[in-house]
Each structure stands twice: as C-alpha cells, then as structure tokens.
C-alpha cells in the first residue's frame, strides 16, 4: 500500500513529455512547473502520517501511554497512565450468600496471605485513571486535548504532576 504514495515526479514528468519535446530547455521548465506540486505532495505525505498515527492508536492504557510519551516527553518517556482505585473490594460473605458446593469464604486470619479489608471510601474514586506527569515543561492544555481524543467518553481522569 505505501508504493501507491511513493511519486516520482521528475521521472513522471519526462516519460509523459513527447520525445521530440524532450530537450533541456522544456524539460528544465516542466520540473519548474512541478515544484509547487512537490511541495503540496510533501504536505500531503506529512499529514498523512500524523492520521495513520492517530488510527493507530486506541483507547487501550498502553497505546495512549504510548502516544503521550511520544509526543510530549520523547526522550526520557516518564508520563505514566495508572489506575485510580489501587486497592481491590474484598466482598464479606453471609452464610446464606455461601455456595455449599463451591465455597467463597476466606480466612481472615491465617499465616499465609493475610486479607485486608478496606473502607468504602478508600476503595472509592471520582477518577478512573491518573494520568502521571513529570514537572516540566509540557502544555497541559495539549495534553488535555490528546488525552480527550483517544478516552472513551464515559471515562473521568485526573493530571498529576511528580
């Protein structure tokens, strides 16, 4: 599919000039006339690459992290996409919610892997993800606008600067 862009105007230019006009003269002003278009075919090539980029990238954690990184810290690549809510809800079973069968329950106490057990509001946040980066000097507006465009919608997300 990339061969389809790949032009090669001054060769182009030549084989569509008849052999008998193919002289220095009219030749030199053909390539002339095709500089413009060069330009405007550079242009297209240009944006062209920065719509494959943004097809290319989804809503999906790493592919965004991805794309922050590759346009606003290039080099040292810090910008971070971490989830909001850090800890996961352990449910505390009744004995009339317990299968017989297929028992749910846990321990809380045993020597093995202790289970902790969290309050509501340390499992709650208004954010679904925290969108880390670091203190330089990069426009959060920019940020704000590419970080909008790749989110689904119902999704909320915070900036945080380290």
Do not use: H
Not at 5 to 30: C, H, Q, S
């Amino acid at each position: 599919m990339e061969k389809v862009y790949k032009i090669n105007f001054r060769k182009l230019a030549t084989e569509w000039l008849p052999l008998y006009m193919r002289g220095d003269f009219l030749t030199a002003f053909v390539f002339v006339l095709l500089a413009p278009l060069q330009l405007i075919y550079m242009e297209f090539l240009k944006v062209r690459k920065q719509y494959l980029i943004r097809i290319n990238t989804t809503c999906q954690k790493f592919s965004m992290q991805k794309r922050l990184n590759d346009v606003f810290d290039p080099v040292e690549r810090r910008i971070k996409i971490v989830k909001a809510v850090l800890f996961d809800a352990t449910y505390l079973y009744t004995e009339a919610e317990d299968d017989q069968w297929r028992t749910k329950t846990k321990w809380l106490f045993g020597d093995e892997n202790p289970i902790y057990i969290y309050t509501e509001a340390e499992l709650y946040s208004e954010f679904d993800f925290i969108v880390k980066i670091p203190d330089s000097d990069i426009n959060q507006i920019q940020l704000r606008a590419e970080i909008e465009y790749y989110m689904l919608q119902s999704k909320n997300y915070k900036i945080e600067i380290i």
